[in-house]
């Protein structure tokens, strides 16, 4: 077991956790960029499962978490980000709508390990696909964790220019 998993518990999120991850995620992202913090509590409340939560073991702390809506759709839509009434439970890809670590966790390979568990638990789970949209600055990042660029996104949420990134489950 590395480190990090010594350090970390990974799990579902709870729903007392909604608000907790609605202030993360305020942290995390610029204000056009960011779900608002009704959006994240309605995705806690229908879509947990699709949460995957990195929690200290020492303090309880949340340091970071990756979540996204299950659906059939093959290419990522801002509807998404702001409408959880789009989650189908059976959806065969995920689409990720957002990870988030908390600045004093980052550069110590938190990041890819809750990707790495989120891809095996999703892989786990019959999906076929994760789809995620990603500024250019992060394109090789994703890349390491096992994604593959398909260009630039339909997707402008935030008013930016988003490469829509995609791993393969199958």
Known sequence: MNDICMRF?????????????AQI?????????????????????????????????????IAGFLNGLSTDEEKFRDEFFTDAGLYDPKGKNVLLLGLDVLPGYRRQGLAREIVSQYICREKARGREKLL???????????????????????????????????CSLQ
């Not at 518990?9 to 991850?21: G, P």
């Open 9 to 21: 518990e990974f799990r579902e999120i709870r729903q007392d956790e909604a608000e907790y991850a």
């Open 132 to 166: 995620l949209t990603c500024l250019e600055a992060k394109v090789e990042m994703y890349k390491k964790f096992g994604f593959h660029d398909e260009g630039i996104s339909d997707s402008s949420w935030g008013g930016e220019q988003w490469h829509e990134m995609t």
């Open 25 to 61: 995620e305020e942290i995390c992202f610029p204000p056009n960029e960011a779900c608002s913090r009704k959006m994240m509590l309605e995705r806690v409340k229908t879509a947990p499962e699709l949460f995957l939560v990195a929690v200290e073991k020492h303090t309880g702390e």
